[in-house]
């Protein structure tokens, strides 16, 4: 008796909570991928706004620290080589977010690129494999994008051009009478080693300086210059960032 009581309980309950059930139709089915699309677009909009609040950050810091080594004489030229330590610190920070930003964009783009287009004008050539693609990487999560290759391609968009006007405003602070000792009338050195006494930094020497600096922007444009990997509309595409 008590048996048949259990039977008929556990079978109340399995009626009592049902199975959890994949969309079937094709109308399910689209109307779960349209959802599916718009939360994959929102994450991927918020790791850009990340990057661009990075980008933000290191421009505001170039341009706080241009204005504070330019305008005053008394400025010490230490304060453009700090900028350029910040300034890496944030490409190596942005970087990190690339790495995110860009799992979630080449999402975006198997299911607008095999899909959407596909509905919108249907093309015989294009892969039928872009859903197995967007499976896999929802499975199992991984980055496309190695930390060098992230560093690299913020270098070349961005961070380059901010280098370059740190490098330009450090010769300038340093060969420029005017702006090291109030009261100088001539407008350039008129020696390197007047240069080289300039850069003297603390306990360090001028000429280590200018040795570590000029190796460090050697650095940075064969790292800039290196081929990028071919990633057809991933890693050329004209709306790539």
Not at 18 to 44: C, D, K, Q, V
Not at 90 to 96: F, K, P, Q, V
Not at 218 to 237: I, K, N, S, V
Request: glycine share 6%; aromatic share 10%; with cysteine.
């Amino acid at each position: 008796m008590k048996t048949e009581q259990n039977r008929m309980s556990s079978a109340r309950e399995g009626e009592a909570t049902p199975a959890f059930l994949l969309p079937s139709t094709p109308g399910e089915i689209t109307n779960t991928l349209s959802h599916y699309y718009r939360g994959e677009l929102g994450r991927m909009t918020s790791w850009r706004d990340r990057i661009d609040r990075t980008s933000n950050w290191a421009i505001t810091v170039v341009a706080a620290l241009l204005s504070v080594s330019l305008s005053t004489p008394s400025s010490h030229h230490g304060v453009l080589l700090f900028g350029m330590m910040l300034v890496t610190l944030l490409l190596m920070i942005e970087a990190r977010r690339y790495r995110f930003f860009d799992i979630y964009r080449a999402r975006i783009r198997q299911i607008e690129r095999c899909y959407f287009a596909q509905i919108l004008a249907p093309d015989a050539n294009a892969g039928s494999e872009w859903a197995v693609v967007v499976a896999s990487s929802l499975r199992k999560p991984r980055f496309l994008l190695s930390y060098q290759e992230a560093m690299h391609r913020r270098l070349k968009r961005n961070y380059g051009w901010m280098y370059f006007i740190l490098l330009l405003a450090w010769c300038l602070k340093m060969s420029t009478p005017k702006l090291q000792t109030e009261g100088m009338p001539a407008l350039q050195a008129q020696s390197w080693a007047y240069v080289i006494d300039n850069a003297v930094l603390g306990p360090v020497p001028g000429l280590a300086v200018i040795a570590v600096v000029i190796a460090f922007y050697l650095a940075m444009l064969g790292f800039a210059l290196r081929p990028d990997r071919d990633e057809g509309e991933f890693g050329h595409g004209e709306a790539h960032v």
